[in-house]
């Protein structure tokens, strides 16, 4: 690649590091004011109350991802557009919602006309802006400070590093309040039906895993050669290997056997109980698709072997079948 086009590259790391600098200077003055917007926000959900969110232009944006993830965690978010909000659209504040308004300079005339507009409700208004003595930070009830050193812009101009800083704190608010409503993974499914967030948090590992005549089990007793034709008959890389009760022993796997002939040893002749892995990892059928993949990404492994109650392995989940069910 020529020098010249090397530049671009430098240019693209500078830009990250000045969102990097300004995310740290508004990470430092987090304060009370940040704790009270939370609290606020607690009481009007416990109220049964929403979140408006207003912003103008890139702020705006900025404001409907913000709103796009209290909703998914479960707190009702709404973006009002603030032309639309003049000429009616503002019927769908209430009494006891909260404002959360984005402006980094503070004095955007449409959103302080908005503002003025909302302030007749009865409803708390939280400000994220990069101007804590602005004509915005006045008319609030909480101001939390945005302020960055400078925008990524060369002419320090175009909205760059201070989006970004609005873009966190809604991201920390968010999390912050879903903290304090003892928000849990398990809920996330009702917010995310589909898609592979709501699949891994309402799937189990039965519903996952195969079973029948795909899952190869075994006695220990029996031969490295007859498992290896039980295994092809599963179309497995591998066999779960059981007691006289039924309950999980180990688990011999093509990579056992790769393993073994690597040691010169006659393996096809010996008995599985002398080849095979004990206490392999494997998983409850109760538990969710998320628990399922956590152990794969952690353990690297191919195959992850489903017990019941009683430790008898019913199923087999093998990681070549998670694209097909769109949990990766």
Known sequence: MATK???????????????????????ARLDDNFIHAVLALEETYVRRGKLVVVGIGK????????????????ATAVLLDALDAMHGDIGLLDDGDAVLALSYSGESEELLALITALKQFSVRIIAFTGAPRSSLARLSDIVVDARVPREACPFNLAPTASTTA???LGDALAMALLHRRGFKEKDFARYHPSGSIGRSLSLRAGDLMRRGNRVAIVPQSLGVQEALLQMTSAKSGSVCV???????????????????????EDVLRLPLAKVMTRHPITVREDALALEVLKIFREHKIDD????????Q??????????????LT
């Open 59 to 74: 702020s705006g944006n900025i404001g409907r991802k913000i709103a796009a993830t209290f909703n998914s965690t479960g």
């Open 5 to 27: 086009h090397r530049a671009l590259l430098t240019l693209a790391r500078r830009v990250f590091d000045i969102e990097l600098a300004g995310l740290r200077a508004v990470r």
């Open 313 to 326: 392995p019913v199923g087999l989940i093998d990681s070549q079948d998670l694209p097909k069910l769109k």
């Open 304 to 311: 992850l072997i489903v017990l019941n109650a009683r430790r």
């Open 166 to 168: 609005m873009l966190a």
């Open 242 to 264: 059981v007691d006289r009760n039924g309950r999980l022993a180990g688990v011999f796997t093509d990579g056992d056997l790769r393993r073994q002939m690597a040691h010169g």
